[in-house]
Nanobody, 126 residues
Framework: VQLQAFGGGLVQAGGSLRLSCAASGRAFNRLSMAWFRQAPGKEREFVSAIRWMDRNTFYSNSVKGRFTISRDNAKNTVYLQMNSLKPEDTAVYYC????????????????????WGQGTQVTVSS
C-alpha cells in the first residue's frame, strides 16, 4: 500500500485545514485509516482513526470536537478536517493504514499500523 498525504500548510489560529491521504495498492475498503502527528522534539501521537468495517471514528482528547475524520472508499482517500486550529496543533501529520480486524485498542498505537505516508506539515501561527 502506498499512502500520499497532502493538504498541510500555514494557517492562523482559529482557522481550518483539510488533510487528504490517497491510498493505492490494496483494497482500501478493508483498511482502517488513521492520522498521527509529531511535533518537534516530541513523540508521534495519535490524532484520529476510522475503522473499515463499521466506519466508527476515534479521536484523541486534544482534537475531539475540532477535527473530523472521514473516508471516501470510491476515491481511496481519507480526510481530516481540522477546525479551530491552535498553535499546539503544529506538527507533521502522517496518515497510516492498518490491515486486519482493527480491534479498537490497536487503533491508538502507531506500532499497530502497517503502512505510512510521508507526512505533511501543518503550522498554526498565533
Amino acid at each position: 500500500v502506498q499512502l500520499q498525504a497532502f493538504g498541510g500548510g500555514l494557517v492562523q489560529a482559529g482557522g481550518s485545514l483539510r488533510l487528504s491521504c490517497a491510498a493505492s495498492g490494496r483494497a482500501f475498503n478493508r483498511l482502517s485509516m488513521a492520522w498521527f502527528r509529531q511535533a518537534p522534539g516530541k513523540e508521534r501521537e495519535f490524532v484520529s482513526a476510522i475503522r473499515w468495517m463499521d466506519r466508527n471514528t476515534f479521536y484523541s482528547n486534544s482534537v475531539k470536537g475540532r477535527f473530523t475524520i472521514s473516508r471516501d472508499n470510491a476515491k481511496n482517500t481519507v480526510y481530516l478536517q481540522m477546525n479551530s486550529l491552535k498553535p499546539e496543533d503544529t506538527a507533521v501529520y502522517y496518515c497510516a493504514a492498518q490491515t486486519g480486524n482493527s480491534i479498537m485498542s490497536t487503533l491508538y498505537r502507531d506500532d499497530k499500523y502497517d503502512y505510512w505516508g510521508q507526512g505533511t506539515q501543518v503550522t498554526v501561527s498565533s
